[in-house]
């Protein structure tokens, strides 16, 4: 079993900045890969940015503003946001890939944090 909690949600104003966090806990042998997403009300859930063994891949609308970066030794993986739009406003959600202490591999979903981008 493996849990992934994420924090660091909030309400930011335009312009600003917010660093999430996601940490992976219970019987991991080793993380492929780690990942995030947003889901905005009313729109389907988006992919964001992975980092798949230190390989990072971003969607168009984030690069330059968003950076995903992975603490291996905590297996946290960590989503740092600048420049925020009131359109950045959604729940963001971390997933991994995770190989369990009996070599299974599955993935699995944090549970959201929310985050508000507003003057």
């Known amino acids: 079993q493996v849990q992934l909690v994420e924090s660091g949600g909030g309400l930011v104003q335009p312009g600003g900045s917010l660093r999430l966090s996601c940490a992976a806990s219970?019987?991991?042998?080793?993380?492929?890969?780690m990942a995030w997403y947003r889901q905005a009300p009313g729109k389907e859930r988006e992919w964001l940015a992975t980092?798949?063994?230190?390989?990072?891949y971003y969607t168009d609308s984030v690069k330059g503003r968003f950076a995903i970066s992975r603490d291996n030794a905590k297996n946290t993986v960590y989503l740092e946001m600048s420049s925020l739009k009131p359109e950045d406003t959604a729940v963001y959600t971390c997933?991994?890939?995770?190989?369990?202490?009996?070599?299974?591999?599955?993935?699995?979903w944090g549970q959201g944090t929310q985050v508000t981008v507003s003057s």
């Open positions: 219970g019987s991991i042998f080793s993380i492929n890969l």
């Open positions: 997933n991994a890939r995770v190989i369990d202490t009996n070599y299974d591999t599955r993935e699995y």
């Open positions: 980092d798949s063994g230190g390989t990072i």
